[in-house]
């Protein structure tokens, strides 16, 4: 008995089989038809794995299952820290870190996966920031690479805005992270910078001592006036000895006066 309702169930379960086979089959297409592109990013449609014109924004898109597949691609801002060496204008090596923030193209993604693929990083962008890096300092002496920085940046952004647009890459922003020069030119300029420090120095204290000596030609010019006053006054008033002479009297009498007054003049 308990044989025979097996093989009963066993009969129904593979007369029900297609259609559960149909129904996973059914589901599977249906959802195959459909997914969602995601913020930030772009879906690219491949047909057979070819790459199509189509590119689907933000939310959601339909495709032919089995037929059809979307490539996503991320658009928003991205940055990559590239180290570069260049020689600049006076042939010094100059090492640098370029940090260069940049997004793909939304519009042309399908051509950046077709032309490309996922290594735009590698393929692309780290080149350029070479190329881009040597051509630029080789405007500028290795001083000029440090006075004249924001110049620098300025055209090594251009400079890689313009190549990177060829790859449908485009630059938001560049900086220059660092420079570091050899020892020998760094010595040099500690050494020009301590000279320049040393002839500031040099001129403040020549400044100083003109004006000291200025300050005491005025001094004494001022006392040999005073001096030359005083003097025509003497010559001129009697009354005015005594009186120098009272100022110097320390009030104490003579020993001995004889008949002479201690103060000539005073009747």
């Known amino acids: 008995m308990y044989n025979v309702n097996k093989i009963e169930q066993l009969k129904k379960f593979k007369k029900k089989l297609p259609i559960i086979a149909g129904l996973f089959i059914f589901f599977v297409i249906l959802f195959g038809c459909f997914g969602t592109v995601g913020a930030g990013e772009r879906g690219i449609l491949l047909q057979f794995g070819a790459v199509t014109e189509k590119v689907f924004n933000e939310g959601l898109y339909f495709k032919i299952p089995l037929i059809q597949e979307v490539v996503k691609l991320d658009v928003k801002i991205q940055k990559d820290e590239v180290p570069a060496t260049a020689a600049s204008k006076d042939l010094q090596i100059v090492t640098s870190q370029v940090a260069l923030n940049y997004h793909l193209d939304p519009k042309n993604v399908n051509k950046i996966w077709q032309e490309v693929g996922q290594g735009f990083n590698a393929r692309i962008i780290a080149p350029a ?20 920085r924001e110049d620098v940046k300025d055209q090594i952004k251009d400079n890689l805005a313009k190549r990177l647009l060829q790859n449908n890459i485009i630059v938001d922003e560049v900086n220059i992270t660092s420079f570091d020069f050899s020892k020998s030119f760094n010595d040099a300029i500690e050494q020009k910078v301590t000279a320049e420090q040393l002839k500031l120095k040099a001129a403040r204290d020549l400044d100083r001592i003109k004006i000291e000596a200025d300050q005491r030609v005025a001094e004494a010019e001022g006392k040999a006036k005073a001096i030359k006053t005083e003097a025509q006054a003497l010559q001129f008033n009697a009354l ?28």
Not at 133 to 146: H, N, P, R, Y
């Open 129 to 148: 920031i070479q190329e881009a890096v040597k051509a630029t300092m080789a405007k500028f002496t290795a001083e000029e690479l440090i006075t004249k």
């Open 240 to 267: 005015l000895i005594q009186l120098r002479w009272i100022e110097k009297w320390d009030g104490k009498a003579p020993t001995y006066w004889g008949e002479a007054s201690p103060f000539f003049g005073l009747k």
